[in-house]
């Protein structure tokens, strides 16, 4: 199972403890601040979203890259599982990202995947 992880470098703690959990865990995570080559990035990150099973989305900062690749990936029809770890996010982020309705936090992340198969 692929996973993707879309996060901006600002989240650099929490991108480092879900990358920790979900490879302990057995998954296979794609990280652009961790595996993107500076050159050509855009174009490594779309290959990256279009060989993801399931898309993470980390609402807790986000920019014109977070929107770019999480509409590439609403359009590639990928699942998407946002996660926050602030609970004002749910209420604000919801308004900006409709698809992206009820996050859920990182201790209810790994039940996820298990519901969806991964």
């Known amino acids: ?6 996060s901006a470098f600002r989240n650099e703690r929490l991108n480092t403890h879900i990358i920790a959990i979900l490879e ?6 794609y990280s652009p601040a961790r ?13 990256a979203i279009d060989n993801s099973d399931i898309v993470l ?4 900062y986000t920019g014109r890259d977070f929107c770019f690749e999480i509409g590439y990936a609403i359009a590639k029809r ?8 602030n609970k004002t996010i749910t209420e604000k982020r919801s308004m900006l990202y409709p698809s992206l309705r009820n996050p859920i936090n990182l ?12």
């Open 1 to 6: 199972m692929e996973l993707y992880l879309c």
């Open 24 to 29: 302990k865990g057995g998954y296979t995570i």
């Open 35 to 47: 595996d993107t080559e500076q050159n050509d990035f855009y174009l490594q990150n779309l290959k």
């Open 57 to 60: 989305a980390v609402l807790d």
């Open 78 to 85: 990928k699942d998407i599982i946002p996660i926050t770890t």
């Open 107 to 118: 201790t209810t992340l790994i039940s996820e995947l298990i519901l969806r198969g991964a």
